[in-house]
């Protein structure tokens, strides 16, 4: 997720032990997992990889994104009415980490964010497949592509968000997430 590993690069399982600090067989294991979840794929005889993802996939990734944040701001505004202390200081460190240009520290505080509501939604099922359509998605990547001078007015736009949950609406929260999503990672704006 943070990049250390690029798309095509391969994953040879001995090394990343090393680097670890473990045996392979936890490397093995995690990365028959990161292949149930596409992250990585593997040929024989030509070893790990990690996958590239398409256009395509990452538009397709972003549609299925944005339903979930509706539905998961949708949930979350009555539980966390007058309750977004945690919401706050995480946009306050992407929104700083948008001021030093930082996309890696931006990336980590703004997914926390999303996760935070997504959490607050307390559905299990729902966070359990947001989990995997943001990896899938892969965060970082899509905010390379909103380009670094843009990463402040990104930031901003979560604001609102943040209001409409002290308020306890869901229904603004999520149609204010599913547009956020929509937006900047360049959907077609389905109202």
């Not at 979930?68 to 929104?95: H, I, N, T, W, Y």
């Not at 949950?165 to 603004?172: A, E, F, I, Q």
């Amino acid at each position: 997720m943070d990049g250390t590993y690029q798309p095509g690069e391969r994953l040879v399982e001995l090394t990343i032990a090393n680097e670890l600090k473990t045996s392979q067989a936890p490397v093995r294991e995690a990365l028959r997992y990161l292949e149930a979840m596409r992250v990585v794929e593997t040929e024989t005889y030509k070893g790990t990889r990690v996958r590239s993802i398409t256009a395509k996939e990452l538009e397709e990734s972003s549609t299925v994104r944005a339903t979930l944040e509706e539905l998961g701001g949708q949930l979350a505004g009555p539980r966390m009415k007058d309750s977004v202390a945690q919401l706050e200081a995480e946009s306050a460190l992407f929104l700083q980490a948008a001021a030093d240009r930082d996309v890696k520290k931006y990336s980590a505080h703004d997914i926390q964010f999303h996760r935070l509501i997504m959490t607050a939604a307390d559905n299990s099922l729902l966070l359990s497949i947001w989990e995997s359509v943001v990896l899938e998605t892969r965060f970082r990547k899509t905010l390379k592509t909103i380009g670094e001078n843009q990463l402040g007015e990104f930031g901003h736009a979560h604001l609102p968000v943040i209001e409409a949950l002290r308020k306890g609406d869901g229904k603004s929260a999520g149609t204010l997430l599913k547009n956020l999503i929509c937006k900047y990672h360049f959907l077609k704006n389905e109202e």
